[in-house]
């Protein structure tokens, strides 16, 4: 029998804790997502985290736990070869990544690569550097709405991204040649982690609005994680928010995109009042695209404000058989310099209604603990190859 029927892991996108002590290999020197954001904002108003034990396992600021946290925390490391989303999700299910994907964040993509691009999708590009989304659609939407060229840019991140607007540049034709850019990419030299289709509308400088058909093509995971080994047990596994992409369908059985990291808590919670057995695996990414990224502090701060507020929805809508499992993928200190991720520590926090008493428990060197934990709680055997051990008869 199962400890709990349903799981719920949260991943607040990016919300790391603290340099790993290999963070200056990675270029990371001092970084703290969370503890740079609470010394820059003094306060945040975040209840039911600070009910959880966010404050007692990592504070900074005018901030202090509370003497009797209800959740169980500690603290996880990342043993992958990386500071991206791929490699913190899918190390959480099982696999350890230990070649980084590549960026081309300094020099662009090779012209190789372009020129292939370019013929195989019959289209010019323009762009071909790292930027925001929303500063190159301004800076070359009207080029490319004249033209009939293609935007293609980076980032900081592992990622091809092409924009397309919506009314010249169809959806299909976006999503086309961002098929074509993931077969291209395939190549060990070019390997990106996503890449990833970036619609807009607007026909002129200053009205240009990305919309939300965003889509991701992320490579498949390296091997069967926790999630393929629940499905084909034959337990849910509800995807919400980016899941889906990371994971390439692999493992999943329902899926649910999000317009934004509130709205994908207002999924699910929803997804909480139904009833399913088995897990929800939640990607709110809204504090790492755009906060983190962008070096926002007081957007950050918010961002999170908002998320403890429907936190507090969700923990009275939660069932005494249920779990709830709050982590991040990476950190993305927005006091650092540059745009890029960071190489940091990453919370776990744990709660039930079960639960008599919370507390702190000792830190774990790995991510794999999540996965390993939910595959021994619904009595499935890891798949082979993967890492990680269960911590579940911690958390009952």
Not at 172 to 185: M, P, V
Not at 222 to 240: E, M, R, S
Not at 346 to 374: C, H, Q, R, W
Not at 378 to 391: A, L
Request: charged residues 30%; glycine residues 10%; aromatic residues 8%.
């Amino acid at each position: 029998m199962s400890k709990y029927k349903r799981i719920f892991v949260i991943v607040l996108d990016s919300l790391g804790i603290g340099a790993m002590p290999d963070s200056p290999k990675f270029g990371d020197h001092e970084v703290d997502t969370f503890g740079h954001i609470l010394e820059k904002m003094g306060t945040l108003d975040i209840p039911n985290l600070k009910k959880l034990g966010m404050l007692n396992l990592h504070t900074a600021g005018e901030m202090k736990g509370v003497e009797k946290p209800a959740g169980r925390f500690m603290r996880l490391g990342e043993t992958s070869n990386g500071k991206d989303t791929m490699t913190g999700h899918w190390e959480m299910m099982g696999i350890k990544t230990e070649q980084p994907f590549q960026t081309f964040t300094d020099t662009g993509f090779p012209p190789e690569l372009i020129a292939e691009l370019e013929k195989r999708c019959g289209k010019r590009v323009i762009g071909n550097k790292s930027a925001s989304g929303t500063a190159i659609i301004e800076e070359l939407g009207e080029e490319e709405i004249n033209t009939g060229a293609m935007i293609v840019y980076t980032s900081a991140d592992s990622v091809l991204q092409i924009c397309g607007n919506e009314e010249t540049f169809d959806l299909e034709n976006l999503y086309r040649c961002c098929e074509i850019a993931r077969e291209i990419t395939m190549k060990d030299e070019w390997r990106v982690g996503r890449v990833i289709a970036r619609p807009y509308v607007g026909k002129k400088k200053g009205e240009f609005k990305r919309t939300s058909n965003r889509h991701d093509y992320a490579l498949k995971p390296t091997g069967a994680t926790a999630l393929n080994a629940l499905k084909d047990a034959g337990f849910d596994v509800i995807g919400v928010g980016k899941i889906n992409d990371i994971f390439c369908g692999e493992g999943i059985t329902e899926t649910h995109h999000s317009n934004s990291s509130v709205h994908g808590m207002e999924q699910t919670i929803e997804i909480c009042r139904k009833d399913f057995n088995g897990l929800c695996f939640v990607n709110l990414v809204d504090f790492d695209a755009l906060w983190g990224h962008r070096r926002d502090v007081e957007g950050y701060g918010k961002e999170i404000e908002k998320f403890d507020k429907n936190l507090g929805v969700l923990l009275e809508e939660l069932r005494e058989d249920d779990l709830l499992i709050l982590t991040a993928d990476h950190g993305n200190d927005p006091t650092y310099t540059g745009t890029d991720h960071t190489r940091e520590y990453v919370p776990f926090i744990s709660y039930s209604k079960k639960m008599e008493d919370g507390g702190a428990l000792e830190n774990e060197d790995t991510f794999a603990v999540i996965g390993a934990s939910v595959a021994e709680n619904f009595g499935v055997d890891m798949p082979e190859g993967t890492i990680g051990k269960s911590i579940l008869d911690q958390l009952v």
